[in-house]
């Protein structure tokens, strides 16, 4: 390997070049599947990939580049518009002439606008660009409906504890990878690797890389303090925000407003997705404020849609408003605990049956077999008719 490449992170040098070199996705990408003999036989239609951080998506887009006979052109949707788009398309035309497909990858595609995506429609829907889309976000509300009618959505999953087990094994064992610092770790320490990285190759991958620059031996310590020097600088692109995310939950959960508007600002700073933390304080409006405050998820869900309407990096102050909004609130978990009880018996109890009175009966034969008998109509009674509503497993039961 050249030193040039040697430089590179561990993540990039590790990179599958092929499918039968590529880990996890089995349901996708598995030799039987669909994608697999579209991309083994050269015949890709326009593909969204949706998937968390780290699940594959730019690997796959790379593998496809690799053996395609198809000119393959990446852009990433943060750093480019409309003028490159533009470029892209008159490459295209000229690859038309000498007979050759365009592949087009736009990493998170999500970022583009309403006017990019429709400038884009065009030219994949006349088949000039095959379009091979990478999102962490749910592509039926950020991707226009138009463009997303022309593609093929495939959902990767995070990957599981084996697969990235699978993943630091051959990055220690590789000659681009760390074979030559021969470290010495234990198969529980790959584990913990794998566990704390959650679903994530890039995250295990980069905490290894900084674990074995502290020393040839790699203990549970080591990469319990390699993860946390890992994530102090946010990385802008959005693979490893976990941290500070729950530093933001915690501290509006704490009520600190300035502490939660430092934490929002290293995001934004940084160059995370103002709708990624949007839904975060949509969820958070519920989750921690609850009834003490219901038109805190008013609130979350107006800035959510302002967030949406106008963009970074107007919509900021938006999110710092509803910040130091939550953050003042009263709080209550109540909904939330609520909620997990009533998750348990639904578990331990399975599913109950619906109580005769409260059924309807549209029916005569269901009439006759006592559906809806003696139900009271509550308007009828005041709202103070006595009533059972529960299956008769767990009458009485309290959740708020």
């Not at 409906?145 to 504890?161: E, M, N, T």
């Not at 219901?294 to 102050?317: D, K, M, T």
Request: glycine content about 6%; proline content about 4%; overall charge positive.
């Amino acid at each position: 390997m050249d030193n040039e490449k040697q430089k590179n992170p561990l993540a990039d040098r590790m990179r599958p070049l092929t499918l039968d070199d590529f880990v996890g996705q089995e349901a996708i990408v598995g030799k039987n599947s669909l994608l697999y003999k579209a991309i083994t036989e050269d015949r890709l239609p326009s593909i969204i990939f949706w998937g968390p951080p780290g699940s594959g998506k730019t690997t796959l887009a790379q593998i496809i580049a690799n053996i395609s006979n198809s000119r393959f052109i990446q852009i990433s949707a943060v750093t480019s518009g409309l003028k490159d788009l533009r470029h892209v398309v008159s490459e295209a035309r000229a690859n038309l002439i000498e007979d050759k497909r365009t592949i087009l990858f736009i990493d998170e595609i999500h970022r583009w606008n309403k006017k990019q995506q429709d400038a884009l429609l065009p030219h994949v829907e006349k088949g000039l660009i095959i379009l091979i889309g990478a999102t962490t976000e749910n592509p039926s509300f950020e991707v226009r409906g138009a463009l997303l009618s022309r593609c093929r959505v495939f959902v990767l999953k995070r990957l599981d504890d084996k697969d990235l087990e699978t993943i630091i094994t051959r990055a220690l064992k590789a000659e681009n990878g760390l074979s030559k610092l021969e470290l010495q770790i234990e198969k529980e320490v790959i584990s913990l690797i794998a566990k704390m990285s959650n679903g994530d190759a890039r995250t295990a991958l980069n905490t290894l890389e900084y674990a074995a620059s502290m020393g040839k031996i790699i203990t549970r310590d080591i990469v319990k303090e390699a993860f946390q020097k890992s994530f102090l600088l946010y990385d802008k692109d959005g693979e490893e925000h976990y941290n500070i995310i729950s530093a933001l939950h915690k501290s509006m959960r704490g009520s600190d407003a300035d502490a939660a508007l430092y934490w929002l600002a290293r995001m934004l700073e940084a160059g995370e997705d103002p709708l990624y933390i949007a839904r975060r304080i949509v969820r958070f409006a519920s989750e921690d404020i609850g009834l003490a405050n219901s038109r805190a998820l008013e609130q979350a869900v107006a800035a959510y849609q302002a967030c949406h309407f106008i963009g970074a990096p107007e919509c900021n102050v938006i999110l710092a408003q509803a910040v130091v909004y939550m953050s003042k609130c009263a709080k209550s978990n109540s909904l939330y605990t609520a909620y997990k009880k009533v998750q348990q018996d639904i578990a331990d109890q399975g599913n109950l049956p619906v109580p005769l009175h409260l059924r309807n009966a549209p029916t005569g034969l269901m009439k006759n077999l006592g559906y809806g008998k003696d139900y009271k109509y509550s308007p009828d009674h005041g709202y103070k008719e006595k009533q059972e509503y529960l299956p008769e497993k767990i009458l009485g039961r309290k959740y708020l």
